[in-house]
């Protein structure tokens, strides 16, 4: 069974002492998400900013155990200012609830690039770079135990690999000392349903791990 899925007198998996996130938050003050959202106020530091309806931050809880860093917004999520609120981010929510056994509200949800990129293309290499330090901060201020990387651009660019997501996903790696579990897209598993067993069994994994049977 899951713990719970907030902090409290849990054993983190990052040191108290490390501090990974230092260098790369070094110019954000922020000490919650609500500071950091402000923050960021009405970000204009990409292009990403010409054609976004809202910023898209994030959702969940903030001493959430597990977060699920996805790309960037789609058009739902722009118009809602949420993330993972279209088709795929209904087939999130089912991987969280009927999959997990937990609630969306129990869980962080973040993207990479925080503004919608213009039909849904990837970001470029620049926007990644302005906008990821936010990311950072969010992995920083919620200290998951467990990230999961959603598609091959989220997964690419926590890990700074090109290897195919198809090779990346099921297998633990690390992110600044946070283990971080791969897998498909919600997005692509609508478009590839076959592959929704391959999901599911790196979300055992995950459940595993936060169940605390790999220790
Ligand atoms: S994508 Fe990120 S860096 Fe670019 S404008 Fe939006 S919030 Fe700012």
Same mark, same amino acid.
């Given at each position: 069974?899951?713990?719970?899925?907030?902090?409290?007198?849990?054993?983190?998996?990052?040191?108290?002492?490390?501090?990974?996130?230092?260098?790369?938050?070094?110019?954000l003050?922020?000490?919650?998400?609500?500071?950091l959202?402000?923050?960021i106020?009405?970000?204009?530091?990409?292009?990403?900013?010409?054609?976004?309806?809202?910023?898209?931050?994030?959702?969940? +809880?903030?001493?959430?155990?597990?977060?699920?860093?996805?790309?960037? /917004?789609?058009? &739902? !999520?722009?118009l809602?200012? $949420? @993330? #993972?609120?279209?088709?795929?981010?209904?087939?999130?929510?089912?991987?969280?609830?009927?999959?997990?056994?937990?609630?969306?509200?129990d869980?962080?949800?973040a +993207?990479?690039?925080?503004?919608?990129?213009?039909?849904n293309?990837? /970001?470029?290499? &620049? !926007?990644?770079?302005?906008? $990821? @330090? #936010?990311?950072?901060?969010?992995?920083?201020?919620?200290?998951?135990?467990?990230?999961?990387?959603?598609?091959?651009?989220?997964?690419?660019?926590?890990?700074?690999?090109?290897t195919?997501?198809?090779?990346?996903?099921?297998?633990?790696?690390?992110?600044?000392?946070?283990?971080?579990?791969?897998? #498909?897209?919600?997005?692509?598993?609508l478009?590839?349903?076959?592959?929704?067993?391959?999901?599911?069994?790196?979300?055992?994994?995950?459940?595993?791990?936060?169940?605390?049977?790999?220790?």
């Amino acid at each position: 069974m899951i713990q719970p899925m907030v902090a409290g007198g849990r054993q983190r998996l990052v040191s108290a002492d490390a501090d990974p996130f230092a260098e790369p938050v070094a110019t954000l003050s922020a000490r919650n998400l609500d500071e950091l959202r402000a923050e960021i106020g009405d970000c204009r530091r990409c292009r990403l900013c010409a054609g976004r309806s809202h910023i898209v931050f994030g959702v969940g +809880n903030p001493r959430a155990r597990l977060m699920f860093v996805g790309e960037g /917004p789609g058009r &739902d !999520e722009d118009l809602q200012g $949420e @993330p #993972f609120v279209g088709r795929a981010g209904q087939l999130l929510t089912d991987i969280i609830t009927k999959g997990m056994g937990l609630k969306r509200e129990d869980v962080y949800i973040a +993207n990479v690039v925080k503004c919608r990129p213009p039909e849904n293309r990837n /970001p470029e290499p &620049d !926007e990644v770079a302005a906008c $990821e @330090p #936010f990311l950072k901060k969010q992995i920083d201020l919620v200290r998951p135990e467990v990230i999961v990387g959603l598609g091959k651009f989220a997964v690419q660019t926590l890990l700074q690999s090109k290897t195919p997501i198809s090779k990346l996903r099921g297998n633990w790696h690390r992110y600044h000392g946070i283990k971080l579990m791969p897998t #498909f897209h919600p997005a692509y598993l609508l478009r590839n349903p076959a592959d929704k067993k391959l999901v599911w069994e790196d979300i055992k994994k995950v459940i595993k791990e936060l169940s605390g049977e790999n220790t």
